[in-house]
């Protein structure tokens, strides 16, 4: 099975893309599964049901969250009931929606699916996303053994070490968060394929999808002003990891890092 997973959609510009190039990749690569995060697909922060609806339209079967999917814009949280939206699952007990998910494709095969978000520099009040993360993984192991892991958080060693904690019990760990893409793609000894970051699909003229003049007048004054999406430079970012159907194991993964100019 090739599953697709796509990079942090960032706002106008990140959907954009999605709509004009994610048909046609799928097609030349002969993806089976397409995941995306989402967690920057409104204006930068949060998701909606109604983008949520889009993106699954573009051809995104699962979309995966961070530490913005509790950023609702329309205040309209109905949708973060649906299978196959999730955000990391690793918050404390009674917030909305659900961090891992199971889900059948259309070629009739099953895919596991488990959002986690890292504490260090982050969130460190969390619950552990290493025991949290291993327990859903081995609860889904029992209906498949394709599953991929989204693990939303600042620091390549808290991605890699979760990914080698992990390693062969998931065909995949793919780091979220940063918006840059990173160039460690690798399969580890266990079968499980790994990257630090997948990267951003939005804007690459930008500070991590933001118009870089304010932020750089956050460094310079330490005050904080209004931060807008940048429109500049539509980019897709993503990798593709090719698993064996039967043990779940990763045989490829490839990154994606295109340009893409609108038509
Ligand atoms: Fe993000
Ligand atoms: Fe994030």
């Excluded at 530490?67 to 205040?75: A, C, E, G, K, V």
């Excluded at 404390?92 to 009739?108: A, D, M, V």
């Excluded at 897709?236 to 340009?259: P, T």
Aim: hydrophobic share 40%.
């Amino acid at each position: 099975m090739k599953i697709l997973f796509i990079g942090d959609i960032f706002a106008d510009i990140g959907r954009r893309v999605l709509a004009e190039r994610l048909s046609p990749l799928v097609k030349e690569q002969e993806i089976d599964c397409c995941i995306a995060n989402g967690e920057n697909a409104a204006g930068g922060r949060g998701l909606t049901g109604n983008l949520a609806k889009k993106i699954r339209k573009y051809g995104v079967q699962v979309i995966t969250g961070g530490n913005h999917s509790f950023t609702i814009p329309d205040n309209d949280v109905s949708f973060m009931d649906e299978p196959h939206v999730l955000r990391p699952l690793n918050y404390p007990p009674g917030n909305i929606g659900h961090g891992s998910t199971f889900i059948t494709l259309e070629n009739g095969m099953s895919i596991g699916v488990v959002n986690l978000q890292g504490r260090t520099f982050h969130n460190e009040q969390l619950d552990c996303p290493f025991r949290t993360g291993k327990l859903a993984i081995e609860e889904l192991r029992e209906k498949t053994r394709i599953i991929i892991v989204d693990f939303h958080a600042e620091t390549t060693s808290e991605k890699l070490a979760f990914a080698a904690y992990i390693d062969g019990l998931a065909s995949a760990v793919i780091g979220t968060h940063t918006h840059v893409q990173t160039a460690d793609e690798r399969i580890l000894r266990g079968g499980t394929a790994f990257i630090s970051d997948a990267g951003m699909t939005g804007p690459e003229e930008s500070i991590i999808g933001m118009n870089a003049e304010p932020v750089i007048r956050h460094f310079l004054l330490q005050t904080h002003t209004r931060f807008e999406p940048s429109s500049q430079g539509a980019m897709l970012n993503a990798v593709i990891v090719d698993v064996d159907d039967a043990s779940g194991k990763a045989h490829a993964i490839s990154r994606i890092f295109e340009r893409i100019s609108f038509s």
